[in-house]
């Protein structure tokens, strides 16, 4: 074990005792996206699901985390950056891990020929390093929808041919599964957008997010949509569009409700535009909401009201009471979630509309459910001007006398 790894064997203990989760060998994807935000709220640095993995060892990587990196992990367990970790004094615990007292004890040959192996090879790497500094000044990065309505293709334009990045990559937005390798030389890439949105797309050479702008993908209406694979059914108006709401009911799916083994599909209605278009800081929303979805493989009834701003997102959940552990409550950049926090307040009875009020005003916001209180809190940053909405059901729901206007 070398000194360097030793210390982010540390660090990793040190998070992993923070989080109280159990041992980091069983955690799930769900775990590390969960980090990864927890880590972009108190550092504003945001590491990657992918990146997380591989510094826990659930992915194969040679390679040693950047600096900055390093400095996240090390401010989020805990330390100013990561020199202060490193030359701080603690030790591992007695769990199974090398202490460094014991890494020093061994041969000392052995331990002098290692010493002297590592440290040609950081010598090599930080020479390398050096040698490979990204340039950021003769990027070029900037995009056009090729028409109005969803899907939409885009096609982004790019220019990273003058920089020595090993690697350049494209982002749709936030999620890392929308992220694609396109060829340094070239300067052009097509990306198909099938969902409404107010998207954050990034530029990425090797690791590191070097240029970003705004896609707007509007809908001309609100759109019923669902959601089975990677490329999402559009429903006519017809069926989700009726006199007084907006929603399907489990019959429309034509499922067989006798099997026990169906997999529940995800519906949303949106309506993403900039006649929409309101201040977070200052909005009030009103409308009903139920999910319509009964079937035993489906007991929680998960059901979302999300805010779509041009600087954030939030996230109301819903669910039967005895889920509400499951929920994750999101405004803007703060995540509050049920395993440990309590949402209980969310849990509702879906046999009737659910009215659901949501208002912010002189820097705090509100939420109410069936006339009563559930959430309130500061709110100084808001998320920038709010364009769109969106319902997500487990299964099927709709929503009614829907409203979103100024406050004041």
């Excluded at 360097?4 to 998070?15: A, G, S, T, V």
């Excluded at 694609?180 to 107010?198: F, W």
């Excluded at 459910?369 to 487990?394: C, D, H, M, P, W």
């Amino acid at each position: 074990m070398t000194e360097n790894q030793y210390h982010i064997d540390r660090c990793k203990k040190l998070i992993e005792e923070k989080l109280a989760w159990g041992h980091s060998s069983n955690w799930q994807a769900q775990n590390f996206d969960t980090l990864s935000e927890l880590i972009f709220q108190e550092t504003n640095v945001m590491l990657s699901v992918s990146t997380l993995k591989r510094i826990w060892g659930k992915v194969r990587y040679k390679s040693i985390p950047n600096l900055s990196t390093l400095n996240a992990l090390a401010r989020f367990a805990g330390y100013p950056n990561w020199r202060s970790l490193v030359n701080s004094s603690d030790s591992l615990d007695s769990s199974g891990k090398v202490a460094l007292s014991k890494i020093k004890s061994t041969k000392k040959v052995w331990l002098f020929v290692s010493l002297m192996v590592v440290g040609i090879l950081i010598g090599f790497m930080v020479q390398r390093k050096s040698s490979k500094q990204l340039f950021y000044n003769s990027i070029a990065f900037n995009s056009r929808p090729v028409s109005t309505g969803i899907p939409n293709t885009v096609i982004f334009k790019y220019d990273a041919s003058q920089s020595n990045a090993d690697s350049v990559f494209i982002q749709q937005n936030w999620d890392e599964r929308r992220r694609v390798r396109v060829d340094k030389d070239r300067h052009e890439h097509a990306s198909t957008y099938y969902l409404p949105g107010y998207y954050r797309a990034k530029l990425i050479l090797n690791d590191s997010i070097v240029k970003e702008h705004d896609v707007f993908i509007e809908s001309e209406d609100w759109m019923g949509i669902l959601i089975k694979g990677s490329v999402p059914a559009y429903l006519p108006q017809s069926i989700y569009k009726h006199i007084g709401y907006l929603g399907i009911i489990q019959k429309d799916l034509k499922q067989d409700s006798s099997d026990y083994n169906l997999a529940a599909p995800e519906f949303l209605l949106t309506h993403v535009n900039k006649s929409l278009q309101v201040d977070s800081k200052n909005f009030l929303l009103t409308l009903g909401i139920q999910n319509t979805y009964n079937h035993p493989s489906t007991p929680c009834k998960h059901t979302k009201l999300m805010l779509l701003g041009t600087n954030g997102v939030i996230i109301i959940p819903l669910s039967k009471p005895g889920c509400v552990g499951e929920l994750k409550l999101r405004i803007g950049e703060q995540l509050m979630e049920g395993s440990s926090t309590n949402l209980s307040a969310f849990g509702v009875d879906f046999s009737r509309s659910v009215s659901l009020k949501c208002m912010a005003a002189s820097g705090r916001i509100k939420i109410e459910l069936n006339n009563k209180t559930v959430y309130e809190g500061e709110f100084t940053k808001g998320i920038g001007e709010i364009i769109g909405v969106r319902a997500s059901f487990q299964g099927t729901g709709n929503i009614s006398s829907f409203v979103l206007r100024s406050f004041t």
